[in-house]
């Protein structure tokens, strides 16, 4: 079991910047991705970006490529979403997650372990 908690939500102004941070503990194993996902009132959960082991390898919804980076400190069992001219629309609770398969953990289904969650509002 690995236990997951993200930090660094906030309320921000449209065009400005975030940064969440997701802490792991717990049994990772050497082939665990790391995936962040998002969550807006009335809405699914839906995919935002994943990270292979490794860190170089890297994959992102389109609703969010270029604006959104992911990154992963190994040393730290941490694992980063820095978020760049964020829009109204990015408003959501922003979700940690990390699975087995790097190729299929933009599926919510092959999640094996979540965080708790952190607002993220974006302000007009």
């Known amino acids: 079991q690995v236990q997951l908690v993200e930090s660094g939500g906030g309320l921000v102004q449209a065009g400005g910047s975030l940064s969440l941070s997701c802490a792991a503990s717990?049994?990772?194993?050497?082939?665990?991705?790391m995936g962040w996902f998002r969550q807006a009132p009335g809405k699914e959960r839906e995919f935002v970006a994943a990270?292979?082991?490794?860190?170089?390898?890297?994959y992102y919804a389109d609703s969010v490529k270029g604006r959104f980076t992911i990154s992963r400190d190994n040393a730290k069992n941490t694992v980063y979403l820095q978020m760049l001219s964020l829009k109204p629309e990015d408003t959501a609770v922003y979700y940690c997650?990390?699975?087995?398969?790097?190729?299929?953990?933009?599926?919510?289904?092959?999640?094996?372990?979540w965080g708790q969650g952190t607002q993220v509002t974006v302000s007009a």
């Open positions: 990270i292979s082991w490794s860190g170089i390898s890297t």
């Open positions: 717990g049994r990772t194993g050497s082939t665990y991705a």
């Open positions: 997650a990390g699975g087995a398969s790097y190729w299929r953990i933009y599926s919510r289904s092959e999640c094996d372990d």
